[in-house]
């Protein structure tokens, strides 16, 4: 099998990159911020902690394998893994027990389908923002 430079770049990619990158994921907008990339890092790191905020104020609900009733693990795990691409803020949540239960008044708001669709963008948001800041580490990206 032929490496491309790509596959290569990542086979030596420096531990610090790999630390940007654990470091991007954990906290949304660090890993640029670590960079001295700010307008990036502040930009990306805001996109992610809004959609996390008005996610939860919409009524949003956050997944993890604890299935409600007559619901499969297997379909939580999806979104469970959306999720947690926000780092602490779903880790943090999660100790808390914060926008976990499932409250029927919760369901009840207009408003709590589009905080799932939010709170699973902040995930997936920082998925991308976090490879973005591992990119840059490496020198792949400017």
Known sequence: MVKTD???AADTAPVSAWLIG???W???GLGHLLQQKWWRGILMGSAVWLSFVIGLKFGGHMFDLNAPEGSSQILQLPPMVGNLGMGALYVISWLRDYGFADDAQQA???TYEYGNMLLLLAGL???LT?????DIAVGRKP
């Open 22 to 24: 654990a470091a991007a």
């Open 6 to 8: 790509r596959m290569q």
């Open 108 to 110: 009840a708001r207009a």
């Open 26 to 28: 954990f906290i949304p």
């Open 125 to 127: 948001l920082n998925y």
């Open 130 to 134: 976090m490879l973005d800041a591992f």
